[in-house]
Nanobody, 121 residues
Framework: QVQLVESGGGLVQPGESLRLSCAAS????????MGWYRQAPGKQRELVAY???????SYLDSVKGRFIISRDNAKNTVYLQMNSLKPEDTAVYYC???????????????WGQGTQVTISS
């Protein structure tokens, strides 16, 4: 089985930074894409950023220039460096990964348990 374990959430003031980490473990043959979603109270879950195995990235418009996604393929880990945080960034952040557990298997989406990020003065 595969597990995604997130860390790095917390409470910070506007303008400060946080770094989220998400490590995938278990039976992993390959990981095509890794990303971060977020869900604020009363809102739909939205894609914040993703990174492909060739390091191509994509970002939600509202976080461009402030957030940076990166990955360490040797550690099966994805990071989200969040700078210049705003109150509207407050949400539960979820890690997502598109993982093949065997070369002949189709890939499957896996999710982390979520980590709370709160931006407040």
């Amino acid at each position: 089985q595969v597990q995604l374990v997130e860390s790095g959430g917390g409470l910070v003031q506007p303008g400060e930074s946080l770094r989220l980490s998400c490590a995938a473990s278990g039976t992993i043959f390959s990981i095509k894409a890794m990303g971060w979603y977020r869900q604020a109270p009363g809102k739909q879950r939205e894609l914040v950023a993703y990174i492909m195995n060739d390091d191509n990235t994509s970002y939600l418009d509202s976080v461009k220039g402030r957030f940076i996604i990166s990955r360490d393929n040797a550690k099966n880990t994805v990071y989200l460096q969040m700078n210049s945080l705003k109150p509207e960034d407050t949400a539960v952040y979820y890690c997502n990964a598109d993982i093949k557990t065997r070369s002949w298997f189709a890939s499957t989406d896996y999710w982390g348990q979520g980590t709370q990020v709160t931006i407040s003065s």
